[in-house]
């Protein structure tokens, strides 16, 4: 993995089209997941991840209008609940190889309709760089 130095580089968070929490509370919760990973696989990079400018490409409240306007439910709270849960897991998993799609499939989601869409990468993404899959 290879984490730039150039201070003009940003991580662009870009996530799924699901149902989204707030955009403050989805950011934190998917750089903490990152951060997570990065410190378990690849400790020798965390100091330049947190340097990195990080932005999201928030679209979820539009998201979230369109999807309630077909009438789909979405409950925030217990979303917000299930991806700190899952963040509680991935943190106590140790070692890199402990988790696959395998391991994530198991990660205690409450309703994995928000989830299942979430794993599918779009075409040329593994071009652009790594796809990150923590939540999406």
């Known amino acids: 993995m290879v984490i730039s130095s150039n201070p003009k580089r940003v991580l662009l ?3 799924g089209r699901d149902f989204k929490p707030s955009a403050e509370e989805f950011f934190d919760l998917s750089n903490a ?3 997570t990973g990065i410190e378990r696989d690849y400790p020798n990079l965390i100091d330049r991840f947190h340097a990195l ?3 999201m490409a928030y679209y979820g409240d539009l998201s979230n209008d369109f999807l309630s306007g077909r ?7 217990l979303d917000i609940g299930d991806r700190r849960n899952a963040l509680i897991k991935i943190r106590a998993l140790d070692k890199k190889k402990n ?3 395998t391991r994530y499939d ?4 409450e309703d994995r ?3 299942v869409p979430c794993r599918r990468r779009s075409a040329g993404a593994g071009q652009v ?3 990150v899959d923590a939540y999406a």
């Open 129 to 131: 760089g790594h796809v």
């Open 99 to 101: 988790f696959s799609v």
């Open 33 to 35: 997941a990152l951060t």
């Open 13 to 15: 968070f870009v996530h």
């Open 53 to 55: 400018d990080k932005q």
């Open 113 to 115: 309709h928000y989830r």
């Open 106 to 109: 198991r990660l205690p989601w």
């Open 71 to 77: 009438g789909l439910r979405y409950d925030e709270t």
